[in-house]
């Protein structure tokens, strides 16, 4: 069958790389820095066939061009900040992961950009506030918190009209390329952090970037080469099997959060639920995380609703196979100052909630109690 007939789900399964003269069910492990001169490869800190096969299976998922496999998601944002040429014009999005907000402020520091922070949510009357002489536009959606939607489309229609020099580049971990593929909204840039849904499992690190322009990628992974900054093969390794089960596990994810997101909806003591807006179009599903605001007076005794709850777990990171609980405001955005949480509507009360395959009722068990000594 042709591989652009398959559906995401066999196109994971069935890409592998070729090995000569061996024939595994399963790519083993090439644990080796360097190859013989015969080889098709040159040296690891280049490319790796553990590294090449699961850069097609996330090629072949976001059906693009290229894609790169770097050692983290911070390591793709890294990477990709550098295509900003020194003293260009930068441009966020107001609502965006904690480390990546505190990585372009010491980026524009460093390389004396000019950074400009917007609320993309707000439509085209965010568009108008954007510098058309910028170089690149970096968002998240859903943006993280809140899980608001950026129109990637009609972003791209207005990048095309008035500031066509400017690269459109999407965060796009927490949609992931099985329901949100920003390349076909016209972005130039999506990237991963790995370390979520790839991996799965909480137990490996890793970041992809996916372009369609060959000029981008040759840059990237100069940049890749020359900082040493590729994806470990063991890591390569570990995220590849993992990806054998992506589908599975997005689907359950998503079975499991929309219960839950119903029954969170269900709660007095939650005065929000912020859930994502899965319009078919742009969004076509989605993966594991639910925001709640609970206000501030109960927020300041997140500890204890924390310590309470048996069957989250409070470590750093999420989207893997067990719930995670965390409050931003000490969490993913610690790193901000208390005027830029509040720009962003941080406060105590907004506590994120990652649900796992754990079944839905002892997930509803543990909440309630845990909301009863909340409120006690
Ligand atoms: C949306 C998003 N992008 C990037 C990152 C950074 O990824 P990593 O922790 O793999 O460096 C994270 C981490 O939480 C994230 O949530």
């Not at 890409?15 to 490869?41: M, N, W, Y």
């Not at 609703?305 to 750093?316: H, I, K, N, V, Y």
Request: negative net charge; contains cysteine; aromatic residues 8%.
């Amino acid at each position: 069958m042709p591989e652009e007939e398959l559906s995401p789900t066999t196109r994971i399964l069935r890409t592998r790389c070729e090995i000569e003269g061996a024939d595994p069910v399963v790519t083993p492990l090439f644990q080796t820095s360097a190859f013989e001169a015969s080889s098709p490869h040159f040296y690891t800190r280049k490319e790796n066939p553990n590294g090449l096969e699961i850069e097609e299976v996330i090629a072949g998922l976001e059906r693009s061009t290229h894609c790169l496999s770097v050692t983290t998601g911070m390591t793709a944002l890294l990477v990709v900040l550098g295509l900003v040429p020194t003293g260009g014009t930068l441009v966020i999005n107001t609502l965006i992961y904690g480390c990546t907000y505190r990585l372009c402020f010491r980026e524009a520091k460093k390389r004396n950009l000019k950074l400009v922070v917007l609320d993309l949510s707000a439509g085209d009357e965010s568009l108008s506030k954007i510098p058309e002489d910028a170089h690149m536009i970096l968002f998240e959606t859903p943006t993280n918190p809140f899980l608001r939607t950026i129109n990637i489309s009609s972003l791209a229609r207005w990048r095309d009209k008035h500031a066509p020099g400017m690269l459109m580049v999407v965060d796009n971990t927490w949609a992931t390329p099985l329901f949100q593929r920003p390349l076909e909204c016209g972005a130039d840039i999506s990237l991963y952090s790995a370390t979520k849904f790839f991996g799965g499992h909480s137990d490996v690190m890793g970041g992809f970037i996916t372009t369609d322009r060959d000029d981008l990628h040759e840059e990237m992974s100069a940049e890749r080469f020359y900082g040493g900054m590729i994806l470990a093969p063991h890591s390569a390794w570990l995220i590849r099997r993992s990806m054998q089960t992506f589908s599975l596990r997005m689907r359950e994810h998503e079975r499991v959060t929309t219960e839950m997101h119903e029954f969170l909806e269900s709660l007095s003591c939650i005065q929000s639920v912020y859930a994502p807006e899965v319009d078919g179009t742009q969004l076509t599903g989605y993966g594991c995380i639910l925001f709640i605001e609970i206000g501030d007076e109960l927020g300041q005794r997140y500890q204890l609703f924390r310590d309470a709850l048996t069957l989250f777990s409070s470590g750093t990171g999420m989207a893997c196979v067990t719930s995670m609980v965390a409050q931003p405001c000490t969490g993913s955005h610690a790193s901000l100052t208390e005027d830029e949480k509040a720009a962003m509507g941080i406060g105590k009360g907004l506590i994120r909630l990652c649900f796992g395959f754990e079944d839905p009722n002892d997930l509803k068990r543990d909440l309630t109690n845990a909301f009863r000594v909340l409120q006690s």
